[in-house]
């Protein structure tokens, strides 16, 4: 199973990106999906998560009201939807998916990230 995140960038303060995690290998359409994200010098944080069918969705207080995870389980893929982004946004994003919806809990399968740089 491969889970490959994509759509990262160099973007400045106060924009978008729109990060996408896509599912190879075998189905996890019916997995919980996350993000996660690790600057310099700092350990991984939890930034987002949704339950197998979109109907949940789970944030950390910092980008609570900014970003948006949503999910096409026909396409296998999750996204990230980042609005006014700021410099301490800034890290590698990774997605994540577990079997059983536990946001910060333990997950089966990681990706590997995709960079976002946020200059100020």
């Known amino acids: 199973v491969q889970l490959q995140a994509s759509g990262g960038g160099l973007v400045q303060a106060g924009g978008s990106l729109r990060l996408s995690c896509a599912a190879s290998?075998?189905?996890?359409?019916?997995?919980?999906k996350g993000w996660f994200r690790q600057a310099p010098g700092k350990e991984r944080e939890f930034v987002a998560a949704?339950?197998?069918?979109?109907?949940?969705?789970f944030y950390a207080d910092s980008v609570k009201g900014r970003f948006i995870i949503s999910r096409d389980n026909a396409k296998d893929t999750v996204y990230l939807q980042t609005n006014s982004l700021k410099p301490e946004d800034t890290a590698v994003y990774y997605c994540?998916?577990?079997?059983?919806?536990?946001?910060?809990?333990?997950?089966?399968?990681w990706g590997r990230g995709t960079l976002v740089t946020v200059s100020s």
């Open positions: 290998g075998r189905t996890l359409s019916n997995y919980a």
């Open positions: 994540a998916a577990q079997m059983w919806t536990d946001p910060t809990g333990t997950y089966d399968y």
């Open positions: 949704i339950d197998w069918s979109g109907g949940s969705t």
